[in-house]
Each structure stands twice: as structure tokens, then as C-alpha cells.
């Protein structure tokens, strides 16, 4: 299969790139408006740009990943962040839409979204399928339901091979010190460097539902063989962790003595106390499960960022 994964350049991208290879698969990287110099470039926010990479392009498939991933920064910029991941959602969508009427041969899209976009739930209801009902708190998660409801407009009204897939967190080498797991890990390795021992944080209470990124690449392998069209589905490992625990796991692995101090600018006023997914769904339907441990992940980070 010959496939198209915008925002190639990013985190996530990256480790998409080595499963596709790995499974046997053609790859070409599109990066975003957001990323690194791409390897064939199209700006989201230019239709024709994005109808010219997707001709170029040829593929069999393709994978959307770029836009804004930043929750801090949604907030901050809320029509920039809705532009990109959504408006930009269905530049793609109308792209691939194009191309596969003017080949007359199928082509699959594979909508990036977010467990985000869940918001706050009751911690009873945990781990959420598919079928809770969705309730945004932020413009991030917003952005993102919106380019859901892009997709599944796009499968219903123009009977586009549409499949949409809900990541939660996850984490990894590579990712964005903004994050909080390499912010840990990075402000650990600069510890063990010698930089005083004070490790700022934010809410250490919330518990997240932790996948590996190459987990979650093999996850979005496996949609785009055999995931059925215009349907949602949740990537997750329905095991939630606090963040202290991951914290306290990351200095273990570190080995250094640090001093916890809380930052009020790392505190947002939207953050979900609880956050944790059923993958019922995906595993009946593709096979998939994740194979890496969050020890196994946090060594990963760690290692990464002493390099």
C-alpha cells in the first residue's frame, strides 16, 4: 500500500513512518504547518496546495496527523488551532476526495482525532468506549471533534473510505519537551547534568490512560488495513496512571535527588482529573495490542533526552 501521512515530521509521525516500512508499506511524508521542513511540502491551510501534494502523491491511503497538538496553545490561539485542525481536516478530506474521482480508485483516509474530546466524565463511567457521549473543554478537543464530524460528513455525504481513531495519551522518544513526560524527563537529564535539583510540575493528580507511540503506530497500521469505514475507534490501554506515579517512576529510573515544585503556569484550569479508554473495539476488529510497558516507555524518554 502506497500511503500519504501528513505531518510526517512530527512525534508521532516519525514512528508512523518505521511501522508503515515495517509492515511492508510505501510511505510518503507530508509534514504540517507546524512541523519541520517536510519531505513534500503543503501548507493545511492551502487547498491547493493539499490537492497538488495528494495528486503528487498517487497513494492508496492516507494518514492525517498534522496539526495542533499543543492543549496550551489552543488556548491561547482558539480560531488558529480551529483553522488548522479542522479547516485543514477538510482541505485533506476534499483532496483525497478529488484524487479518487478523477482515478475512479478507492482511497482510504485515516483521520488523527483525540481521546481529548471526551472532556470531563464521571470516573464510573470509566474506561469510555466509543459511545459516550462527547463533551470538549477545551478549543484542542473542539478542534478535533470537528475534524471528526469533517470525516464522517465527508463518508456519509460523498461516500469517502473514512475511518476516524481516538488516541489517548501517549508517549515516547521524540516527543515535544512541552509535553509533560519529556518535560519530566528532560528537567531529570538536566539534573543528572548537573543543573540544580528542582523539578518544576503541574497537577501531579490527574490520571492518564499511557499507550506508546509505536504502539499506537502499529494501532494506526492495523486501521488502515482493517478498520471499517466510518467508524470511530479508541486507542488505549483502559489501565489509568496519576501522573505522580509516572513522575515517581521517571526519578527512580533517573537515580537523582530533586526537589518537587509546583509552577502555576503549568496548571490548567481544563484539565481532566481522569482520562481512560476501552479498546474493545480495535482489538476485535484489527488484532491490535499494545506490546510496551509504561517502564518500559519512561526508560525510552529518559535515555532520549540525556542524548
Known amino acids: 500500500m502506497r500511503v500519504l501521512v501528513t505531518g510526517a515530521t512530527g512525534f508521532v509521525g516519525r514512528h508512523l513512518l518505521v511501522a508503515l516500512r515495517a509492515a511492508g508499506h510505501e510511505s510518503i511524508a507530508l509534514g504540517g504547518p507546524h512541523d519541520a521542513p517536510p519531505a513534500t511540502g503543503a501548507d493545511l491551510l492551502d487547498a491547493a496546495a493539499m490537492r497538488r501534494a495528494v495528486d503528487d502523491a498517487a497513494p492508496d491511503a492516507i494518514v492525517h496527523l498534522a496539526g495542533q497538538a499543543f492543549v496550551p496553545q489552543s488556548i491561547a490561539d482558539p480560531l488558529g488551532t480551529?483553522?488548522?485542525?479542522?479547516?485543514?481536516?477538510?482541505?485533506?478530506?476534499?483532496?483525497?476526495?478529488?484524487?479518487?474521482?478523477?482515478?475512479?480508485?478507492?482511497?482510504?483516509?485515516?483521520?488523527?482525532?483525540?481521546?481529548?474530546?471526551?472532556?470531563?466524565?464521571?470516573?464510573?463511567?470509566?474506561?469510555?468506549?466509543?459511545?459516550?457521549?462527547?463533551?470538549?473543554?477545551?478549543?484542542?478537543?473542539?478542534?478535533?471533534?470537528?475534524?471528526?464530524?469533517?470525516?464522517?460528513?465527508?463518508?456519509?455525504?460523498?461516500?469517502?473510505?473514512?475511518?476516524?481513531?481516538?488516541?489517548?495519551?501517549?508517549?515516547?522518544?521524540?516527543?515535544?519537551?512541552?509535553?509533560?513526560?519529556?518535560?519530566?524527563?528532560?528537567?531529570?537529564?538536566?539534573?543528572?547534568?548537573?543543573?540544580?535539583?528542582?523539578?518544576h510540575v503541574g497537577n501531579l493528580e490527574a490520571q492518564r490512560d499511557f499507550l506508546d507511540v509505536r504502539d499506537v503506530a502499529a494501532a494506526y497500521v492495523l486501521l488502515l488495513a482493517n478498520g471499517r469505514s466510518g467508524e470511530v475507534f479508541n486507542i488505549s490501554s483502559g489501565r489509568p496512571v496519576a501522573i505522580r506515579e509516572v513522575l515517581r517512576q521517571l526519578i527512580t529510573i533517573a537515580r537523582v535527588p530533586v526537589e518537587i515544585r509546583e509552577d502555576p503556569e503549568r496548571m490548567r484550569a481544563s484539565d481532566l482529573p481522569l482520562l481512560s479508554g476501552d479498546s474493545a473495539k480495535l482489538r476485535a476488529e484489527t488484532g491490535w495490542e499494545p506490546r510496551l510497558t509504561l517502564t518500559e516507555s519512561l526508560r525510552d524518554i529518559y535515555a532520549a533526552a540525556r542524548l
Request: net charge positive; aromatic share 8%.
Open 82 to 199: 480551529l483553522a488548522v485542525n479542522a479547516g485543514g481536516t477538510a482541505h485533506v478530506l476534499e483532496a483525497a476526495r478529488g484524487y479518487r474521482d478523477r482515478v475512479q480508485r478507492p482511497l482510504r483516509v485515516l483521520v488523527i482525532s483525540s481521546a481529548e474530546v471526551y472532556g470531563i466524565q464521571r470516573p464510573e463511567r470509566m474506561p469510555l468506549d466509543e459511545t459516550a457521549v462527547v463533551r470538549p473543554g477545551n478549543a484542542y478537543a473542539a478542534s478535533k471533534l470537528a475534524a471528526e464530524a469533517y470525516a464522517l460528513a465527508w463518508h456519509r455525504s460523498y461516500g469517502l473510505d473514512c475511518v476516524v481513531a481516538r488516541p489517548f495519551n501517549h508517549i515516547g522518544p521524540g516527543q515535544d519537551p512541552r509535553f509533560v513526560v519529556p518535560s519530566f524527563a528532560r528537567q531529570l537529564a538536566d539534573i543528572a547534568a548537573g543543573a540544580p535539583p528542582l523539578l
